[in-house]
């Protein structure tokens, strides 16, 4: 049997992939008046010059089709006290807002208050990828909260981590 018709079963892709830790942000935007957002821990640079960043999203979110009509997004970077707005912001079908502390950053997303970082992006393309959109985004302002974390919030082998700080090599 060849590789290449050799199925690769999806559980134990995504547990090979849980072997990948990650950091967690929330994507948000805003349209029509209404705070959008959603957790994603698929998101990374892209380029430096230009300022570019990409997340990817499943093709059938509920979220993603505002976002794209707003043509911009946050990229809110959380910090290790963030738990819990990583878990409010994955659930579908309730207001994920509820409770949550957020100010307009220049371009007039949602900056969620104790991120460790954010980033404010236009959308510069889209492409599909299987059963996911990959969408990059051109930074055009960011910024460090204020927060006193200096930890990030990660996801290891599905469930949240923290890191030791880390040491001068």
Same mark, same amino acid.
């Given at each position: 049997m060849?590789?290449?018709? $050799?199925?690769? /079963?999806?559980?134990?892709?995504?547990?090979?992939?849980?072997?990948?830790?990650?950091?967690?942000?929330?994507?948000?935007?805003?349209?029509?008046? /209404?705070? *959008?957002?959603?957790?994603?821990?698929?998101?990374?640079?892209?380029?430096?010059?230009?300022?570019?960043?990409?997340?990817?999203?499943?093709?059938?979110?509920?979220?993603?089709?505002k976002?794209?009509?707003?043509?911009?997004?946050?990229?809110?970077?959380?910090?290790?006290?963030?738990?819990?707005?990583?878990?409010?912001?994955?659930?579908?079908? $309730?207001?994920?807002?509820?409770?949550?502390?957020?100010? /307009?950053?220049?371009?007039?997303?949602?900056?969620?208050?104790?991120?460790?970082?954010?980033?404010?992006?236009? *959308?510069?393309?889209?492409?599909?990828?299987?059963?996911?959109? *990959?969408?990059?985004?051109?930074?055009?302002?960011?910024?460090?909260?204020?927060?006193?974390?200096t930890?990030?919030?990660?996801?290891?082998?599905?469930?949240?981590?923290?890191?030791? $700080?880390?040491?001068?090599?």
């Open positions: 060849s590789l290449s018709s $050799t199925a690769i /079963e999806p559980l134990r892709f995504r547990e090979a992939l849980g072997h990948y830790a990650s950091g967690i942000t929330v994507i948000t935007s805003h349209v029509d008046g /209404e705070p *959008i957002g959603f957790t994603c821990q698929s998101f990374y640079s892209v380029s430096m010059s230009p300022p570019l960043v990409s997340f990817s999203v499943m093709a059938s979110s509920a979220s993603y089709p976002i794209r009509q707003a043509g911009r997004f946050a990229v809110n970077i959380l910090s290790g006290e963030q738990v819990a707005i990583s878990n409010q912001f994955a659930r579908r079908g $309730t207001d994920k807002w509820l409770g949550v502390d957020w100010q /307009e950053s220049p371009l007039g997303n949602p900056i969620i208050g104790g991120s460790l970082h954010w980033l404010d992006c236009e *959308i510069h393309a889209e492409h599909a990828a299987g059963d996911h959109l *990959i969408v990059i985004g051109e930074v055009k302002a960011l910024d460090q909260q204020a927060a006193a974390a930890q990030p919030l990660l996801y290891f082998k599905g469930q949240y981590c923290n890191i030791a $700080t880390p040491s001068a090599v």
